[in-house]
């Protein structure tokens, strides 16, 4: 189960790297939710407000992933950010996509 959160964070520093987001953002269902801490605009609900938030104002900053933890459909998983700091990414998964996504930082 962890691959599937690796991959999708790959996917994501990938999309840092290149400012094409299409592999990561396909992931996401069509009903996904997306929550982001400290974001005003947060939660973001249907893959088309996830894009457009990526589109407005897209991540400048790479994670890596420190453990994952695996309980059927959901994952949660500990990164930690290239510019400083760490936070955890909650995942639930449906139909081998993402249905809700929340990032969480740590202070």
């Known amino acids: 189960m962890a691959e599937r ?23 996401f269902g069509d009903n996904a939710t997306m929550r982001i801490e400290g974001d005003p605009g947060s939660p973001y609900v249907g893959r088309p407000a996830i894009e457009a938030a990526y589109a407005v104002a897209p991540p400048d900053d790479t994670l890596d992933v420190t453990s994952v933890e695996s ?31 929340t990032a969480q930082f740590d202070d």
């Open 71 to 101: 309980d059927g459909d959901e994952d949660v998983a500990r990164v930690a950010w290239s510019a400083g700091g760490s936070g955890t990414l909650r995942l639930r998964w449906s139909a081998g996509r993402i249905a809700e996504l």
């Open 5 to 27: 959160v690796l991959d999708q964070c790959r996917l994501f520093n990938e999309g840092v790297r290149t400012g094409d987001w299409a592999g990561y953002l396909d992931r």
